[in-house]
């Protein structure tokens, strides 16, 4: 084995993993005064990592070329493309959540060091070419996230919140590990390159169920319907910068071992999956739809948006095509802009007591109390929405447009159907805030690093964001033939 | 292939032991039983509080701090568990299996550090 | 051989009583006591099938650290097991159909078996073990060479594991009150911890 070109391909993970142990006992030894220096140098890092990952994602012109230690790790154009997004929305939670946290006496520097970790999790997941890889990525992941989830720990609902992740993603984990487990009983092999020459010649049902229980465990993870209910729950009851983290980063990730699971080892057998990943797609996009339509709780309310956006992913999954791969990498990228952006502009309303705006009736009559937040949520909603200028039409339109070309028209046309059905809920929210009264609560002053979270997302969602669709295209593309490379 | 012969003391002392445990445990009640009156009733084998009735279960509530010492007893519990494999594989792991402990050991004596440093191990 | 068979039939008909009595015992210390007692005789099995990495771990991690957090975590939860326990008549169908489904399960793995031998996968490449060594010795072999990445990622894993159990429920207890500094004690002397006084008739003393 060359360590010298492993060690260079993992690089950003062991950059990562040294800060994290680095910061770890600088917040060990500083206390609470270096709570804001730890949370700085863990974005550095982070940015760090982003600027080495863009280096390979440049420097790697042969797709295949990064395998790491033996071929447990793949550093290619997909990996690369998914962790400068992971890391880059790392960065935005870390921006968004000191002052949050600091509001509610839970400011802490294991905050960022959990983050950190995390992140180092996802991109391992995200590089994953080995079963044990991705399933010790995915535990590393998900074992910060319970641990965020009930950060605010004197909080009851946090503490729920934490409690309900941490069995319902046991129990996802185990189901996951079973089907591993078959999977590696009928192939003889953890390696995806090898399982896929073990089941060349057809695939056993024993090997199928280990498919499909694999494929029910990473939808819990990314909370597709019929494995969804643990959504709206944890999402309600966790702090907001962690809700939005859990929407943005851990979600790329379970989304691209999901890719990579069903179209590497698997490609020869899409048959085999295809009609799971339909229905899921299509379930999500509907109970996303109908779901949020009665909800007060706005969180609970972008929660069941993430649902439905899921849906929208795994149409592009669903075609099996480079296309549909690209499209989901470019559906991705807004999906995350968007999500955070919502969820920023969720945290920067509060009542003048301090008190987090929670439902409908406390953003009546938003626009004329806080204009530069109502004006951008509107632009995130009609995005989140489909509306043709904005930049999330762009993202539902690649991933339809794959489908069409991919002869999967039925899947598009209800797909299409029920976008329109959760639209509602996004114009919902603009009329309460334009068109209510206003109540009396005012709204305090944010930190600048919300600020510059929420209003970069509100230019991307913009249409001015179709200026970045020729890079992005051409990077979704190259992530998505690096995927495709032995075919 | 490990044979398993060389697990008969241990099988044999199982054995022993088993049978002395159970000879000190049921010989002094059975030759107690028949020796002696044994004439049970309800109020006999009722439990006894001064007289009243049992005010509250016996199990009384654990600290959640006995929680977090065994979370870090299982920690290292398992780091051990690691350095067997480790000590007798080393011939054949090379200086690459030693750098590998040396790093998980370093991982964990951070973790280390940092719960002490925050007074984790301290009690009060 | 024949021993090896006598011994089985004394480890597994153990693990199976104490398994039962896990489920029956009224006192939830006992269950915990008796899994422990399942525990052992599991080693035991693991070692008649050579496994004997695996009877270690089984020893050392579930004995002495998982039993010892399920014996807390029921000594910690206060929960009234007896009213646990009164809705047995009425979930009893409920726990029938479960049983059923389990007995269904039994006989189709029966089926299965009888039905000749699956095709599966050969452990090939690094998975095959290594001649001549005992389990422990090829487990290393793999696990510090081919596996060190993960290995080292499963550190990380358990350093997250601390940090989140002491994020969760550590609390700075080390308010005047409550800390004690021994070395404090310890460097007391007379002079600081005494004053002299000579209060006048009648005037009492000023502290």
Known sequence: ?487 | MVDLSQYLPILLFLFIALGLSVAFVFLPMGVSRLTGAHQPTAEKLSEYECGFPAFEDSRGQFDVRFYLVAILFIVFDLEAAFLFPWAVSLDLTGWAGWTTMMIFLAELAVGLAYAWKVGALEWE | MTLQVVAFYLFASIVIASAVMVILARNPVHSVLWLILAFFNAAGLMVLLHAEFIAMLVVIVYVGAVAVLFLFVVMMLDIDFASLRAGFVKNFPLGIAVALVLLAELVLGIGAYRAGALNLGAAEGTAAPIPMTSNIESLGAVLYSEYLFLFEAAGIVLLVAMIGAIVLTHRDLRSPRAHQDIGKQVRRNPDEATIMTQPAVGKGVDL
């Open chain 1, 1 to 487: 084995m060359d360590y010298a070109t492993s060690l260079y391909l993992t690089g950003a993970e062991i950059g990562l993993s040294i800060s994290g142990l680095v910061l770890l006992l600088v917040s060990a030894w500083g206390g609470a005064r270096v709570t804001r220096l730890v949370t700085i140098l863990a974005a550095a890092a982070l940015f760090g990592a982003a600027i080495f990952t863009g280096h390979l994602f440049t420097e790697l012109s042969v797709p295949a070329a990064g395998d790491a230690f033996g071929g447990l790790y793949r550093a290619d154009d997909f990996s690369s493309f998914a962790k400068i997004l992971i890391y880059l929305a790392v960065i935005a939670c870390l921006m968004i959540t000191p002052k949050y946290l600091a509001a509610n006496g839970i400011y802490r520097s294991e905050y960022p060091i959990l983050l950190l970790f995390g992140a180092v999790g996802m991109s391992m997941m995200v590089s994953a070419v080995d079963l044990i890889t991705l399933y010790i990525g995915l535990e590393l992941s998900s074992l910060s996230s319970y641990v965020l989830a009930s950060f605010a720990r004197d909080d009851v609902r946090s503490s729920e919140a934490g409690l309900k992740y941490f069995i319902l993603g046991a129990l996802a984990s185990g189901i996951l590990l079973y089907g591993m487990s078959l999977i590696y009983g009928f192939a003889g092999t953890t390696d995806y390159a090898a399982i896929r020459l073990a089941f060349i010649g057809g695939i056993e049902t024993g090997a199928l169920f280990g498919i499909v229980f694999v494929l029910a465990g990473l939808a819990f993870k990314i909370a597709a319907v019929p494995f969804h209910m643990w959504t709206p729950d944890v999402y309600e009851g966790a702090p907001t910068p962690v809700t939005a983290f859990f929407a943005s980063a851990p979600k790329v990730a379970a989304v691209a071992i999901l890719m990579r699971i069903a179209l590497e080892p698997f490609a020869d057998h899409v048959d085999s999956w295809r009609q799971i990943v339909v229905f899921a797609a299509l379930a999500s996009i509907v109970v996303g739809a109908l779901g949020a339509i009665g909800q007060d709780s706005l969180k609970r309310l972008l929660a069941y948006s993430s649902i439905n956006n899921v849906g929208f992913i795994l149409i592009g999954l669903a075609t099996a095509t480079q296309l549909g791969t690209s499209a989901m990498m470019t559906y991705l990228v807004i999906y995350v802009v968007m999500t955070l952006g919502s969820f920023t502009a969720l945290l920067m309303l509060r009542a003048e007591d301090g008190r987090p705006f929670e439902t409908f009736s406390d953003i009546a009559g938003l626009a004329t109390r806080k204009p530069a937040i109502a004006w951008c949520l509107l632009l995130l909603m009609f995005s989140l929405a489909g509306i043709p200028p904005l930049f999330g039409f762009w993202a539902k339109f690649v991933v339809f447009r794959a489908a069409v070309e991919a002869d999967l028209i039925a899947l598009a046309a209800i797909g299409i159907a029920a976008s329109v059905i959760g639209a509602f809920y996004y114009l919902k929210f603009v009329k309460v805030m334009f068109f209510d009264e206003a109540e009396g609560s005012v709204v305090k002053t944010s930190p600048i690093g919300q600020w510059i979270v929420l209003i970069l997302a509100g230019i991307i969602v913009s249409p001015l964001g179709y200026f970045l669709n020729g890079l992005l295209d051409a990077w979704s593309s190259d992530a998505a033939a690096s995927l495709f490379y032995l075919v």
